[in-house]
């Protein structure tokens, strides 16, 4: 199964991160390793528009 399409984002700051977040909170999710998230997104459980790395 295939990721959907899903634009990654690495802020090189906790600043950064803040302000995306802040801007795209709604359609963006977080991953810090992707466990979790990517697995999901696998199964159209999340469909995140955005991936922010932290």
């Known amino acids: 199964m295939r990721l959907p ?4 984002v690495e802020p090189d700051s ?3 991160a803040v302000l995306f977040l802040k801007e795209h909170g709604e359609e963006s999710k ?3 390793g992707g466990t ?3 697995p ?3 199964k159209r459980i ?5 991936v922010v790395s932290l």
């Open 36 to 38: 979790d998230l990517f």
């Open 14 to 16: 906790i600043q950064k």
């Open 5 to 8: 399409d899903f634009e990654y």
């Open 40 to 42: 999901s997104m696998k």
């Open 30 to 32: 977080i991953t810090a």
């Open 46 to 50: 999340s469909r995140p528009s955005y």
